[in-house]
């Protein structure tokens, strides 16, 4: 899953011909310091290295015309932690071009191009970058006509290359900005953008100087057990190979006789953490609130930071799903030898992603005990159609026609397996299905447009077809992709959600239905 900061962010003044400005944003989530950017801005150029803590390490640069907008935007994107050599997740170029927007991007050694026409389109947005998203703001004071309060923009945002249209008003020293939320920036006396407030105060960016950038440290991620909580948490490595050791929290139920069962997640897509952290709303940690469930219920869970992400070791952006699903065996393993947890009780649980590497591992491993699958798809060929349809037809200010983007992503869909999904694309669910012996369960939110809830019944349907006779499918009703309430589902709108908290409505039937299963296993092993 990609990290989407903000819509809007901090401006600065339009520097001399001469002039380079370096600078730092903060930008706070409440109490939060939820990012820090690192901006460098010359007249016709903004560099910027964006650090999302624990998460990801973004690093831009965006071309301006004579008007101050950001006519090209470049970008990499590398794991938190990753070395100077380290092998970028994704590289990204997005330039306007005449009356034609054109993308070139490179994942996993595969690359991709496409054009698309966008004969209104004024400038290119990057969603991780705050720096590169406030220009929009010098592009609409370079197009203000004298005597008019506001500028009507058109442009371009990625990734997810939906379009979107902002009327920027002035008002006083102040500045609102309406578009899908409603910002407010503001000047001190010298004119420069000091300050922006989104959603009410939700999220604010402050300008700093660099040198006060520099001083802020993020703090270590917190995944010790909560106060009187009836299980611990352990910090733990997993050996996987000589270069890649995992980093995770074993949370194991405390004063029980005997051995316990445990469950290993496996993340979605992206580079995560072992909580699946993602910075929106109140903190989406679906992984935590999982471990928490479980261990108050006798079940211990392991959760992993991914290979090159947190703590672990490696190289995330040169790993594909086939080594994800080694890290899991590993994982597996290392339960198994573990004097507290009994070995013919242990289950899988993978999320999006994740849900399709956890049938490979069951495929492979026979002795598993359960197999949890949330939000998976049974065919994500057709999972990406329909996400790609849903963002043409539901993105700010329009897009290509259903036909037009069903034809492109089926003449694209080769590339898009390496860039995207890699070899998940091209695995057979329903051979894996017929070699998986373990109970299955299938989750899925009923308002999900990443992967559409009628896969779940199609994921049921495909073990039924194979024999298999304890399938259990619930779909979650008003739930999107993150498992979330959420009524619209919208994955362009993660960032407006009231909370990114599971509920017991959701929590407790996944929990009732690991428990249940674990429980039917032999204890003794």
Known sequence: MVLHVLVLALGVQLPSAQSTDRYGLVLM?????????????????????????????????????????????????????????????????????????????????????????????????????????????????????????????????????????????????????????????????SGVLSRLVVGGGALVVQRVTARDLDAIAFAAPDYSAPAGAPYRAEEVRVRVSADVVL?????????????????????????QDRDSHAAIADGWRPFRQLADTLGRRGVAMLRLDDCGVGASTGDYGASTELTTAADIHAAIAFLRARPEVSAGRIAVLGHSEGARVAMLVASQDRALAAVALLSGAADPRAAIRAQALWQAEHGPGGGPSRDSVIATVNRRMDSLAAVMSREVLRWDAAALARLIRAPVGIFQG??????????????????????????????????????????????LSYGRLPSARLDSEVLGPIADWLVSKLGERRRGR
């Open 29 to 189: 989530e409440g109490r939060d310091t939820a990012a820090i950017e690192r901006v460098t801005r010359e007249r016709r150029a903004l560099y910027a290295e964006v650090l999302v803590p624990n998460r990801a390490r973004f690093v831009m640069a965006a071309q301006l015309d004579s008007l101050g907008c950001a006519s090209e935007v470049d970008e990499r994107i590398f794991p938190w932690g990753a070395g100077d050599g380290a092998t970028p997740l994704r590289h990204v170029n997005v330039r306007l071009s005449g009356d034609s927007v054109r993308v070139e991007a490179s994942a996993g050694g595969v690359s991709q191009s496409l054009a698309r026409p966008f004969p209104q389109g004024r400038f290119v947005q990057a969603d991780e970058s705050m720096a590169a998203s406030s220009l929009l703001l010098d592009c609409a004071r370079g197009m203000r006509v004298p005597g008019v309060d506001s500028v009507l923009l058109a442009g371009v945002a990625f990734p997810q290359l939906h379009v979107i249209s902002m009327r920027v008003r002035w008002l006083g020293d102040s500045v609102m900005v309406a578009g899908r939320d409603t910002s407010w920036a503001f000047y001190d006396r």
């Open 247 to 271: 980093a995770g929290t074993l949370t194991l139920p405390a004063g029980g006789a005997g051995r316990v069962p445990a469950v290993v997640t496996i993340s979605g897509s992206g580079p």
């Open 446 to 491: 009923a308002t999900d447009r990443q992967v559409p809830a009628d896969q779940a019944d199609s994921l049921g349907a495909l073990f039924r077809r194979s024999g298999h006779r304890d399938v259990n499918v619930r779909v979650f009703p008003d739930r999107n992709h993150l498992m979330v309430r959420d009524p619209d589902g919208d994955f």
